[in-house]
């Protein structure tokens, strides 16, 4: 009796091993996908301090592409000494192209840290500098610089004197969506102190 026990567990085991060994193999899982770039946060260029000195003194190189480039090198990067050097450029720079350019760089930002270099752009010789700086101060909307908007007015220049007028209603423009806005949320944090107040018991 012991013996058919021992021979009918050898044979399940037997027969286990073999249903295993005969099992067709799994192909390996493949490793998980990497993850994604996202393609909305745009990389910086990164380079290294030495790099950033040399990139600087390429502004006062005397060819007035090497010149833009450097800009928009140091605007990529987010250069912080970039606002003086934009200032100075167009205060200075002798290349009406170059100027009209940088303003050019500065038409869609909201960043007032470029204000002083656009104002000096309200003082150019060339009629398309100060018009381009118009526009530029006219989308980042700060009503600080109304005074010297405002000079241009009296400009010679009547394309100049139309682009002065067009700022200051984006000016006006701004400083009623600004009020209406903070009237919406005064409204409404009154109307909500009031439902506190009815709330409580």
């Given at each position: 009796?012991?013996?058919?026990?021992?021979?009918?567990?050898?044979?399940?085991a037997?027969?286990?091993?073999?249903?295993?060994?005969?099992?067709?193999?799994q192909?390996?899982?493949p490793?998980?996908?990497?993850?994604?770039?996202?393609?909305?946060?745009?990389?910086?260029?990164?380079?290294?301090?030495?790099?950033?000195?040399?990139?600087?003194?390429?502004?006062?190189?005397?060819?007035?592409?090497?010149?833009?480039?450097a800009?928009?090198?140091?605007?990529?990067?987010?250069?912080?000494?970039?606002?003086?050097?934009?200032?100075?450029?167009?205060?200075?720079?002798?290349?009406?192209?170059?100027r009209?350019?940088?303003?050019?760089?500065?038409?869609?930002?909201?960043?007032?840290?470029?204000?002083?270099?656009l104002?000096?752009?309200?003082?150019?010789?060339?009629?398309?500098?100060?018009?381009?700086?118009?526009?530029?101060?006219?989308n980042?909307?700060?009503?600080?610089?109304?005074?010297?908007?405002?000079?241009?007015?009296?400009?010679?220049?009547?394309?100049?004197?139309?682009?002065?007028?067009?700022?200051?209603?984006?000016?006006?423009?701004?400083?009623?969506a600004?009020?209406?806005?903070?009237?919406?949320k005064?409204?409404k944090?009154?109307?909500?102190?009031?439902?506190?107040?009815?709330?409580r018991p």
């Amino acid at each position: 009796m012991p013996r058919i026990i021992a021979l009918i567990l050898f044979l399940a085991a037997a027969g286990y091993l073999s249903r295993a060994y005969l099992r067709p193999l799994q192909p390996p899982q493949p490793p998980a996908p990497p993850p994604m770039a996202d393609p909305s946060k745009d990389a910086l260029p990164v380079f290294s301090e030495k790099e950033i000195l040399k990139i600087r003194q390429s502004i006062q190189d005397s060819d007035p592409d090497v010149r833009w480039t450097a800009v928009q090198l140091l605007y990529a990067v987010r250069d912080p000494q970039l606002g003086t050097m934009i200032e100075k450029i167009i205060a200075e720079d002798t290349d009406a192209d170059l100027r009209l350019r940088v303003v050019g760089l500065m038409k869609g930002q909201q960043e007032s840290a470029m204000l002083g270099g656009l104002v000096k752009g309200l003082r150019d010789i060339d009629r398309n500098v100060r018009i381009a700086s118009l526009r530029a101060l006219g989308n980042i909307g700060d009503p600080s610089v109304t005074t010297w908007v405002t000079a241009l007015l009296k400009d010679p220049e009547p394309e100049v004197r139309i682009a002065a007028l067009q700022t200051l209603g984006r000016f006006q423009a701004k400083r009623k969506a600004d009020f209406q806005a903070l009237a919406d949320k005064l409204r409404k944090d009154y109307e909500d102190a009031q439902k506190r107040a009815a709330a409580r018991p």
